[in-house]
Every structure is written in C-alpha cells, then in structure tokens.
C-alpha cells in the first residue's frame, strides 16, 4: 500500500532532549516536507527536500533539522526541543516538485509534547 | 507574500449542502486545491481544479473558481455525518515561497444529524 509513514504518533519529552521524528515513503516520490499544525495556524513549513541531498528552509525552520540521506526518508530532528515546539507535525511527499498536479501524500501525524 | 484565507468554522444539517469558501491573493498559481483531514489523521486531497475552468464537480463535490475575485468555493451536497472535517485550501506559492503549496487555516465543518 503507497504510504507515509511517521513514527511515532505520540511523544512527550522534556525541554533540551534531543529527538527525532521519521518519516518514510514507499511511493518514490522526489519531494518531501515537513509541517507543523498549530490551532489558529493552519498548516506552516518547516523544511522541505526536492530530492536526496537537496533541502531548504521553509517557513518555520528554527530549532529543526533534517536530512535526505536516501529518498525514501526524511527525519525531523529536535536538537534542543522546547515549549513552543509542542505541536502536530506532519510529513508529506510528491512525484515531483515543479509539477502543479503532483498532490502532497501526508502521513497520519506525530503529536509531540515538550514539558 | 502569498496568503490563502478561510473561515474557522461551518456547521450543517444533514442532507443539506455544505459551502466552503477560500480567498487567495497569488494570481499565478496553475493549480487550486481542497484537502480534507479527518479527525486524528493527516490531510488528503479531496479535489482540485485548474486555473482556466471556473467548475469542477465531482458526484457530490463542486469546486467554484472566481479569478477576477480570487475566489475559490467547495460545494458539498447533501452532506453527511462522514463529511465532518477540516477542510484546507491551498495554492501553488510562487518563487517566493519556493513553489510549495500554501495552505488556508482550515475550515472545521460540523454536520450534526
């Protein structure tokens, strides 16, 4: 079954412990990205990979990291998590970037909590 | 910058039509979109249009496109309980926003039996 795949669903850390988030899929779609959904919000960019080797700042980018070491994975790293990075994140992929009718495939969401 | 607007909120009967209404300010985008998250999962492409149709229906869907108002609607008729959800419209940034796809806040749809 063609799918994203994060894990995991649910995490709750403590401010500074550093954590990563994957994400994976099986489609080999060249473009990845990363959000976060906050209520009031909506969806915002954190990063984004065209594909392997190639990634840039979206909207949102401080206190992430990631790599696109191969082109099915894409993880979301926390160095140094804190408060205000409690959110839902979501990570998407398509075909292609440039494409306009190459539709963002997302995953089911991890809801991370940063006491 | 690129902006996509909503409203937060639609409440419904059921078996009545729903209408979901989205303003966007980035004429040239090619490619207008509605996703559909449901609760507790991650969003999903409902529908799209492009930019040189005014209507797109699809069995219970219609999607409305203004361009001279920047306007986007999704009709949903004779709504069901299954079609409570939030609904996102996005548009294609331009080379600004690096051509990713640019989301409205959301619209929260509850259709109550």
């Known amino acids: 079954e063609a799918q994203v795949t994060q894990n995991p669903r649910y995490l709750i850390t403590v401010t500074g412990k550093k954590l990563t988030v994957t994400c994976s899929q099986n489609?080999?779609?060249?473009?990845m990205s990363w959000y976060r959904q906050d209520p009031g919000l909506g969806l915002r960019q954190i990063y984004y990979s065209m594909n392997v080797e190639v990634t840039d700042k979206g909207d949102v980018p401080e206190g992430y990291k990631v790599s696109r070491k191969e082109k099915r994975n894409f993880p979301l790293i926390l160095e140094s998590p804190s408060p205000n990075q409690t959110s839902l994140y979501f990570c998407?992929?398509?075909?292609?970037?440039?494409?306009?009718?190459?539709?963002?495939?997302f995953g089911n969401g991890t809801r991370l909590t940063v006491t | 910058g690129e902006d996509v607007e909503q409203s937060l909120f639609l409440s419904v009967r059921e078996g009545d039509s729903s209408v979901i209404n989205c303003t966007y300010t980035d004429s040239s985008s090619t490619y207008l979109y509605w996703y559909k998250q449901e609760p507790g999962a991650g969003l999903q492409l409902l529908t799209y249009i492009f930019s040189n149709m005014d209507m797109k229906q699809d069995q219970r869907l219609t999607v409305l496109l203004n361009k001279k108002d920047k306007h986007l609607s999704l009709r949903i008729a004779d709504t069901q309980t299954g079609d409570s959800a939030i609904y996102f419209c996005a548009q294609k940034g331009d080379g600004g926003s690096q051509g990713n796809l640019i989301f409205g806040k959301g619209t929260k749809l509850s259709v109550k039996p």
């Open positions: 489609m080999n779609h060249e473009y």
């Open positions: 998407a992929s398509s075909p292609h970037f440039q494409g306009n009718n190459s539709p963002l495939h």
